[in-house]
């Protein structure tokens, strides 16, 4: 009875914390609601636990923002170029933690690519906006 319990109540913030971040849980998305928060749901076969990240939506967000450096990186490494990215990735947080890779970056070959854009001034140019626009969070049960 104590294990129901305290299940239940698990479930219950993980809702929370879903509608309040996304604007829906994901049982009320599933069930037809339309989210509005700034962050997603994301799905939990998407979830890579040894890297801590939602693969489906690294591959979006670079693909979306990116797509000129994932090209050229494809074209010298196009059996692992995946692989290449991750690899690289794992490695730099490992030694130089995940704030640094934020803030500066991912070097892979020929190519760097930006793991987030920060947040604009009130007078920074419209690709700064959107750029910032571009950045996918998630919420991962």
């Not at 490494?77 to 990215?85: G, L």
């Not at 854009?117 to 750029?131: E, G, I, R």
Request: with cysteine; proline share 4%; hydrophobic share 45%.
């Amino acid at each position: 009875m104590n294990v129901a319990v305290s299940n239940t109540k698990e479930i219950a913030l993980e809702q929370a914390v879903e509608r309040r971040l996304c604007g829906a849980s994901s049982e009320e998305l599933a069930a037809g609601a339309i989210a509005s928060g700034p962050f997603r749901i994301g799905q939990p076969a998407d979830f890579d636990a040894t890297l801590a990240l939602d693969r489906a939506k690294f591959w979006e967000f670079l693909e979306t923002t990116q797509s000129k450096d994932l090209d050229k990186l494809k074209q010298h490494n196009p059996a692992d170029w995946q692989a290449k990215i991750t690899g690289q990735l794992d490695k730099l947080i490992k030694s130089k933690g995940l704030l640094h890779v934020l803030k500066k970056g991912l070097p892979v070959d020929n190519a760097h690519f930006h793991l987030m854009y920060p947040a604009p001034l009130a007078s920074s140019a419209q690709k700064v906006h959107d750029n910032f626009a571009a950045n996918i969070w998630s919420v991962t049960r």
